[in-house]
């Protein structure tokens, strides 16, 4: 079992930046591979970033590619979010999120990943 808390949510305004963290319990966080998923009021969840094990590979959205930067510490437990340019469209819940399958897979959403959090507000105002 994988236990997983963000935090750093908040109310930013457009062009603003925001970091959000989450930090992992349980089971040997070193293992999974880690991800970012949002999910906007009436709409669907979507990808947004995951990072390898390692933190050696990355894979974005294309639409947050070079605004957002994911990275891990593996000493901490910790999965960050760094939020830079930020735009009303990316007004969401945030949820972290944690699987054994490599990150392509999280990045394809080919399926749920195993673990997730209980999702941080971040609302972005024009």
């Known amino acids: 079992q994988v236990q997983l808390v963000e935090s750093g949510g908040g109310l930013v305004q457009a062009g603003g930046s925001l970091r959000l963290s989450c930090a992992a319990s349980g089971r040997t966080f070193n293992d999974y591979t880690m991800g970012w998923f949002r999910q906007a009021p009436g709409k669907e969840r979507e990808f947004v970033a995951a990072?390898?094990?390692?933190?050696?590979?990355?894979y974005y959205a294309d639409s947050v590619k070079g605004r957002f930067a994911i990275s891990r510490d593996n000493v901490k437990n910790t999965v960050y979010l760094q939020m830079n340019s930020l735009k009303p469209e990316d007004t969401a819940v945030y949820y972290c999120a944690a699987d054994l399958a490599p990150p392509a897979t999280m990045s394809g959403m080919a399926r749920e990943p195993k673990y997730w959090g209980q999702g941080t507000q971040v609302t972005v105002s024009s």
């Open positions: 990072i390898s094990w390692s933190g050696g590979r990355t």
